[in-house]
């Protein structure tokens, strides 16, 4: 028998001695009976055990292992506690189990939920009943059932206005030409078909602003911006692009249009803040971003060239893969030393949600990262912005990266909720950040 396994049925034996809680508890959530409402009990059962997963210091057990100690019929509300408490102990070695019964009227599901928890020796249960309506009632039951469970309030994710935007306070941007005024200077430049830099449009206003339009055919545009990446074409004298009648065959539909900055150093440790300004006509779940992507160094795990050097260098994937291993090597090397840019990778995203149903300027303020510190694999950032779907004219200006002017020192990384996540590494071997 598996040693932990082992360990854990010693400790839920009568007469174990007294317990202290344990550092993890084992959870079982029994699908909820739901008669009349089909397999909303089924649903509702799997969405408390992803929660519960979620939670620190709680493991569940999955649903097959589950079916297969269920009672026949299910475990119903009528089930007695020395049952469940024997079921516990003696069948699935866990601390907790979880079941009830689910009924739905109209709109309004109500779920009746028992819990009987033996983590502490004594047998401890609670009965609840939990109500909920509309489309989103699974979920919003769930996550009150997890609260019951663990006995705390479920995890937050930080969200957009959380922080108030210190106005006046910011010091120096950290990327060039935010407001598009000294033309392409610390951006990678418009390509005068999806992006362009034109004449700010307000009223009483000079300057310019950056135009980004999505309603493009995206065949004649990839094949575009291929040409551009391999000096084949000229962003001064672009190609007519014009749209197609399904939309979804658009740039919009599909990889959306990127306007990128140059490279800006990055500080681990460190909390910043995006502005921006922009007007565009956005639709429920789609809205433009603003990318800040960290990249690191990756030239150490290359093994191969990018389209662009093999171009530079008059070779095609076929003749590079034909050619000695040494060689191989130090083209990648030399091209590396040339080139450090062309081997970043990303390790590292956060965007400022662009919602703006009114099609009016809005300004738009956040800070990242929402929780804790730079991580400190992150040597370099870029600014992306980013617009897709509706097709159609974004307007941005004022696009400008500053350090929170409120930090400090620096901020340790905080640890990812996922768990066994590792951050990519760049050294062969996994060794090294």
Not at 397 to 423: F, G, I, M
Request: hydrophobic share 40%.
């Amino acid at each position: 028998m598996n040693a932990a396994i082992t360990c854990l049925l010693l400790a839920l034996l009568p007469g174990a001695g007294p317990a202290s809680a344990p550092a993890v508890r084992y959870v079982v959530v029994f699908d909820f009976c739901s008669p009349g409402a089909g397999d909303f009990g089924r649903q509702l059962a799997d969405s408390v055990r992803l929660g519960l997963r979620r939670e620190r210091g709680f493991r569940v057990i999955d649903r097959f292992t589950t079916a297969e100690v269920t009672p026949p019929g299910g475990m119903g509300l009528s089930a007695g506690e020395k049952t469940v408490v024997a079921m516990l102990r003696e069948k699935i070695a866990a601390h907790v189990a979880v079941f009830g019964q689910v009924s739905r009227t109209g709109q309004t599901v109500r779920a009746e939920v028992r819990c009987v928890d033996i983590s502490s020796g004594e047998p401890a249960a609670w009965r609840k009943v939990f109500s909920a309506e509309g489309q989103r009632a699974r979920g919003l039951i769930a996550a009150r059932v997890v609260e019951a469970v663990t006995g705390r309030a479920k995890w937050k994710p930080p969200e957009y206005g959380d922080e108030p935007e210190p106005r006046g306070r910011f010091g120096k941007p950290l990327n060039l030409n935010g407001n598009f005024e000294s033309g392409k200077v610390g951006w990678r430049g418009p390509d005068n078909v999806s992006t362009f830099l034109v004449a700010d449009p307000r009223p009483g206003r000079g300057g310019k602003v950056l135009r980004i339009f999505t309603d493009l055919d995206r065949d004649a545009w990839l094949k575009y911006r291929r040409d551009l990446r391999l000096g084949k074409a000229d962003p001064n004298h672009p190609p007519r692009i014009g749209t197609v009648a399904n939309k979804y065959a658009t740039v919009a539909g599909l990889e959306g249009v990127h306007y990128r900055s140059e490279w800006i150093p990055a500080t681990p440790g460190r909390r910043y803040w995006l502005v921006a300004d922009m007007k565009g006509k956005t639709a429920g779940i789609f809205f433009p971003k603003i990318f800040v992507k960290g990249f690191a160094d990756f030239s150490a795990l290359a093994d191969g060239l990018s389209e662009v050097s093999l171009h530079e260098l008059g070779l095609t994937p076929a003749r590079f893969a034909a050619l000695p291993e040494a060689k191989r090597k130090a083209l990648i090397a030399a091209d590396a030393r040339k080139h450090p840019d062309r081997y970043r990778r990303e390790v590292y995203r956060w965007y400022l949600a662009c919602r703006n149903e009114q099609n009016a300027w809005k300004h738009y303020a956040a800070p990242f990262p929402p929780r804790g510190g730079l991580p400190p694999n992150v040597q370099w950032l870029r600014i992306e912005v980013y617009a897709y779907w509706p097709p159609g004219e974004y307007l941005f200006d004022d696009v400008h990266l500053y350090a929170d002017p409120r930090q400090k020192a620096p901020v340790p990384e905080a640890p990812a909720r996922t768990p066994h996540y590792r951050p990519p590494s760049t050294r062969p071997g996994g060794k090294g950040p």
